[in-house]
């Protein structure tokens, strides 16, 4: 907000400068003087400025969302370095980037489950991006290599259900999956797992999310969790385009 202030009577400073035949006649700290006087004179000048630069910072970041989505939708929806659940033909993709010690993940997975469940026709694409601990670098990395074991999906939603995911609960769940655990070990230092990792930082920078879970549903960038009425809205909405 204190940005959004300088930047408002930096802007002011500059109408009084440029747009006033008589600027020549007023030092600087004048006109920032009179700036100032007309926003305690008129505090509704101040609140009107300050949305309108709040609308034209929303709507620049809209447009670079736009363009770095359509950019990037191919990574995003077809990246053959990441799980797909659901239907892998299904004519609306949706694609998550999670946590697994996100507990906003952890309450959105429930409907994440259920809508491909009760919708037969979703892609549903996960991004593992592991922000908020080493616990989360160490399960993600886990998930990714139990794909060469064809128990990714098993590995995800046993993971979600941890109330914390570190290494010592994450071998314990492996095992209790029955994974090779020496396989699992040595897949999870595979160099496809590390590019997924990084793509799915490189993507939500793109994309402007800064946390998770994170949703890409047809043309829309859906930040946090959703219920999963509002999940069913974005995909239909998808389908119509």
Same mark, same amino acid.
């Given at each position: 907000?204190?940005?959004?202030?300088?930047?408002?009577?930096?802007?002011? @400073?500059?109408?009084?400068?440029?747009?006033?035949?008589?600027?020549? !006649?007023?030092?600087? %700290? !004048?006109?920032?003087? /009179?700036?100032?006087?007309?926003?305690?004179?008129? +505090?509704?000048?101040?609140?009107?400025?300050?949305?309108?630069?709040?609308?034209?910072?929303?709507?620049?970041?809209?447009?670079?969302?736009?363009?770095?989505?359509?950019?990037?939708?191919?990574?995003?929806?077809?990246?053959?370095?990441?799980?797909?659940?659901?239907? #892998?033909?299904? !004519?609306?993709? @949706?694609?998550?980037?999670?946590?697994?010690?996100? +507990?906003?993940?952890?309450?959105?997975?429930?409907? @994440?489950r259920t809508l491909i469940e009760t919708d037969?026709?979703?892609?549903?694409?996960?991004?593992?991006?592991?922000?908020?601990?080493?616990?989360?670098?160490?399960?993600?990395?886990?998930?990714?290599?139990?794909?060469?074991?064809?128990?990714?999906?098993?590995?995800?939603?046993?993971?979600?259900?941890? +109330?914390?995911?570190?290494?010592?609960?994450?071998?314990?769940?492996?095992?209790?999956?029955?994974?090779?655990?020496?396989?699992?070990?040595?897949?999870?230092?595979? +160099? %496809?797992?590390?590019?997924?990792?990084?793509?799915?930082?490189?993507?939500?920078?793109?994309?402007?999310?800064?946390?998770?879970?994170?949703?890409?549903?047809?043309?829309? /960038?859906? #930040?946090?969790?959703? #219920?999963?009425?509002?999940?069913? %809205?974005?995909?239909?909405?998808?389908?119509?385009?």
């Amino acid at each position: 907000m204190f940005a959004i202030l300088k930047t408002t009577v930096l802007t002011l @400073v500059v109408i009084f400068s440029t747009a006033t035949a008589w600027a020549a !006649d007023f030092s600087k %700290e !004048d006109i920032k003087q /009179l700036a100032l006087e007309a926003i305690l004179e008129n +505090p509704e000048i101040l609140t009107q400025a300050i949305a309108i630069l709040q609308q034209r910072e929303e709507q620049a970041q809209a447009a670079g969302a736009s363009v770095a989505l359509e950019r990037y939708r191919d990574q995003l929806e077809r990246d053959p370095n990441a799980p797909v659940l659901g239907n #892998p033909d299904g !004519d609306v993709t @949706v694609v998550e980037f999670f946590d697994y010690n996100c +507990p906003y993940c952890k309450r959105a997975a429930e409907s @994440v489950r259920t809508l491909i469940e009760t919708d037969g026709n979703i892609r549903l694409v996960y991004r593992e991006w592991p922000i908020l601990s080493e616990g989360s670098i160490f399960a993600a990395r886990a998930a990714l290599a139990a794909r060469e074991q064809g128990k990714y999906e098993e590995m995800h939603w046993a993971l979600m259900s941890l +109330p914390r995911a570190d290494e010592n609960s994450v071998l314990f769940t492996a095992r209790k999956l029955g994974l090779d655990m020496e396989k699992l070990q040595k897949d999870m230092k595979a +160099p %496809e797992i590390e590019a997924h990792i990084v793509l799915s930082s490189e993507l939500t920078q793109a994309l402007g999310f800064n946390g998770t879970p994170s949703f890409v549903i047809g043309n829309e /960038l859906i #930040p946090g969790a959703v #219920p999963l009425e509002q999940l069913q %809205e974005y995909v239909k909405a998808a389908r119509e385009e």
